[in-house]
């Protein structure tokens, strides 16, 4: 049995910063690509970033690019969302998602799913 595991701080001030954390827990191959959604109540799961299995690719969406930065740690079998300057639009539960295949901005392309966290920013 494979599961995603998210962890981290969800209530900030704007402007603050959170990192969540989602592990890769049991039997798992080698090559994950990760990403990253969120979602707000009473509407559609949104893509945030996702990263290659070495972390060496990155996408990140226009709303997030160059607030939010995506890292991994393979040896923990685990990958970050590192959130910074956060606004209060950034209100949403966040979930890490994985896939045995390529990496996309599409959420029915990920296999794996984590439980999501609640991330509110407050002004």
């Known amino acids: 049995q494979v599961r995603l595991i998210e962890s981290g701080r969800g209530l900030v001030q704007a402007g603050d910063s959170v990192k969540l ?4 827990s049991g039997r798992t191959g080698s090559s994950y ?3 990253w ?3 707000v109540s009473g509407q559609e799961r949104e893509f945030v970033g996702y990263t290659s299995w070495l972390g ?3 996408s ?3 709303s997030v ?3 939010f930065t995506i890292a991994r740690d393979n040896a923990k079998n685990t990958v970050y969302l590192e959130m910074n300057s956060l606004k209060p639009e950034d209100t949403a539960v966040y979930y890490c ?3 045995a295949g390529m990496m996309s901005t599409n959420a029915r392309r990920y296999e794996l799913w984590g439980q999501g ?3 509110t920013v407050y002004s």
Do not use: H, I
């Not at 954390?21 to 890769?24: A, I, K, P, T, V």
């Open 37 to 39: 959604f969120r979602q």
């Open 21 to 24: 954390s989602c592990e890769l």
């Open 33 to 35: 690509a990760m990403g």
């Open 117 to 119: 966290t609640q991330v």
């Open 56 to 58: 060496r690719s990155t």
């Open 60 to 62: 990140y969406a226009d």
């Open 97 to 99: 998602a994985a896939t």
């Open 65 to 67: 690019k160059g607030r």
